[in-house]
C-alpha cells in the first residue's frame, strides 16, 4: 500500500499520489490521505510536538523534519467567559504556544519537511504576517532561504518578526491575496523554489499540519469531545484540515461523531459565509473574489477560499454554520478574552470570541472549543490605538488613593 493517496472530496474521486493537480473528474483540488495512522499510545499522552503522529503526515524520511516544538498547545478552560455568554462549557486551543506564535508553525513544518525531501534549498509565501514569520524561522532552522511576498493586509509587525529571522520581505501593492499568489507561483516556477504557502489548492503538503489540531482536542478531552469547534477563516486550510483531522479519526474508529463545525470571518471580507449561505459550488466561488476586502482582522482578509475545496464540505457535512462579525465586534471580543481569562489573541483569533454570543443565540448551552490562532502580542499597535492615557501620580499614598478613587467612581 502506498503512503498516501489523494482524495477529492468534491466528487470522492482517489487517485495515486503521483497525479498532484486537479480531480480528472471534476476539477477540484485533491487532498493527501495519508493510508498509515500513529500508535494508539499517541492519544494517551500529551504529544512532545505534532511529530508524535508522523505516521499521519506524508513525510517519509524522518531526516528530513524541520521542527521547533511545534504542536501540543494546550486546550484551556473558560469557565468565567463560559458563565458570562451561558455557554455549558467553553475551551480554547491555544495555539498562540506555537514556536512563532501562532498555528502555522504547525503547517509549514510539514511543508518545509515536504520541501527538504525534495531537495530545495529557498522557499516563497504568500502571507499577511504569520505564514512569514514562521517560513522564515523554519527556513533558517532548516539552513534554507525564505522570500516573503506581502500583500496589503499584512501586519508591520509580523513582517519585522519575518525579517528577524533572516527572511527577505517583499512588499505586493494590492489588497487581493490572490493577485499575490499569482505572482509568487510565477517566481517559484521561474526560480525552481519551492512554494510554501498553506493553500492546499496549489500544494496539499503545506496544509497537512493542521488535522493534528484534531487529533490533539481529542487526546486532551479523552474523547469526549465539545458540540462545536470554532476557528477563524480565510482561506479555509485551518477548518478543513481540522475536519480531516476529525475523519482520519473516524476512520481509525477512535470516534463516531464529529463535531459541528463553525467558520468565521470578518463582516468586510467574508466569501465563506457568501458561499454557504448562497449554497455555491466551490469551483464557481473562485470565479467571484471579495471585492475590496476590508478589516482589522488581517490575517483572514483572503478574496478568495484557497481552501474551499475542504472547508466548505467540513462546515456542510457537519451540519455546521458560517458566520461573519464586524470590526467592533471583533475588537470587543479580543479585550473580553484578555480580561476574563487571561488570553491575548490577535484580532484575526477573536473573531471566534465575537461568533460565540451569535452562535448561542441559537444553540444555547452548547459545548464550544475555539481554535486562537495567534497572538495579540503580534499586533500590540491595533490594541494601544485603543488603549487609555495612563494616569501618572507622585510618589505618594494619597495621590495613589485619589487615583484610585477615581477609578472607581
Known amino acids: 500500500m502506498p503512503a498516501y493517496d489523494l482524495l477529492c472530496y468534491g466528487c470522492g474521486a482517489v487517485a495515486n499520489a503521483s497525479a498532484l ?10 487532498s493527501i490521505r495519508v493510508n498509515g495512522r500513529p500508535p494508539d499510545d499517541a492519544f494517551r499522552v500529551r504529544s512532545a510536538s505534532l511529530w508524535a503522529y508522523a505516521n499521519a503526515l506524508p513525510i517519509a524520511r524522518a531526516d528530513c523534519v524541520v521542527s521547533l516544538g511545534e504542536g501540543a498547545t494546550p486546550l484551556v478552560d473558560a469557565p468565567r467567559l463560559a458563565a458570562r455568554i451561558g455557554a455549558q462549557r467553553l475551551s480554547f486551543k491555544n495555539e498562540m504556544a506555537n514556536p512563532t506564535g501562532s498555528f502555522k508553525d504547525r503547517q509549514v513544518s510539514v511543508g518545509i519537511s515536504h520541501a527538504r525531501e525534495l531537495g530545495i534549498d529557498t522557499v516563497a509565501v504568500v502571507s499577511s504576517g504569520n505564514v512569514a514569520c514562521a517560513a522564515a524561522a523554519y527556513a533558517a532552522r532548516a539552513g534554507m532561504r525564505a522570500i516573503l511576498f506581502a500583500h496589503g493586509h499584512a501586519a508591520p509587525g509580523k513582517l519585522a518578526q519575518a525579517a528577524a529571522y533572516g527572511g527577505t520581505v517583499i512588499r505586493v501593492d494590492t489588497p487581493s491575496a490572490q493577485a499575490v499568489f499569482e505572482l509568487c507561483i510565477e517566481a517559484c516556477r521561474a526560480f525552481g523554489w519551492y512554494h510554501l504557502s498553506t493553500a492546499g489548492m496549489y500544494e496539499p503538503f503545506n496544509v497537512e499540519g493542521a488535522k493534528t489540531i484534531a487529533y490533539e482536542m481529542y487526546q486532551q478531552t479523552a474523547g469526549d469531545l465539545p458540540d462545536w469547534i470554532v476557528a477563524p477563516v480565510g482561506g479555509g486550510g485551518l477548518l478543513g484540515g481540522v475536519w480531516r483531522g476529525f475523519l482520519d479519526l473516524q476512520r481509525w474508529g477512535l470516534i463516531a461523531r464529529i463535531p459541528r463545525l463553525a467558520g468565521v470571518q470578518a463582516s468586510g471580507c467574508a466569501p465563506l459565509k457568501k458561499a454557504i449561505d448562497l449554497g455555491t459550488p466551490y469551483l464557481e466561488t473562485l470565479r467571484e473574489p471579495w471585492l475590496n476586502p476590508r478589516t482589522v482582522a488581517g490575517g483572514i482578509a483572503d478574496d478568495i477560499l484557497f481552501d474551499g475545496h475542504t472547508v466548505l464540505p467540513a462546515i456542510r457535512t457537519t451540519d455546521g454554520m458560517a458566520l461573519a462579525v464586524d470590526d467592533e465586534a471583533i475588537l470587543e471580543g479580543q479585550r473580553e478574552l484578555a480580561a476574563t481569562e487571561g ?34 502580542m503580534k499586533e500590540l499597535s491595533k490594541i494601544a490605538a485603543q488603549t487609555p492615557v495612563f494616569p501618572m501620580i507622585a510618589p505618594r499614598l494619597d495621590a495613589l488613593r485619589t487615583t484610585l478613587q477615581g477609578k472607581r467612581s
Not at 353 to 373: K, M
Open 343 to 376: 488570553l491575548f489573541c490577535e484580532p484575526t483569533s477573536a473573531v471566534v470570541v465575537a461568533a460565540l454570543r451569535p452562535l448561542l443565540a441559537t444553540h444555547p448551552g452548547a459545548r464550544i472549543a475555539c481554535i486562537l490562532t495567534g497572538s495579540g
Open 21 to 30: 493537480g486537479p480531480c480528472a473528474a471534476c476539477g477540484e483540488p485533491m
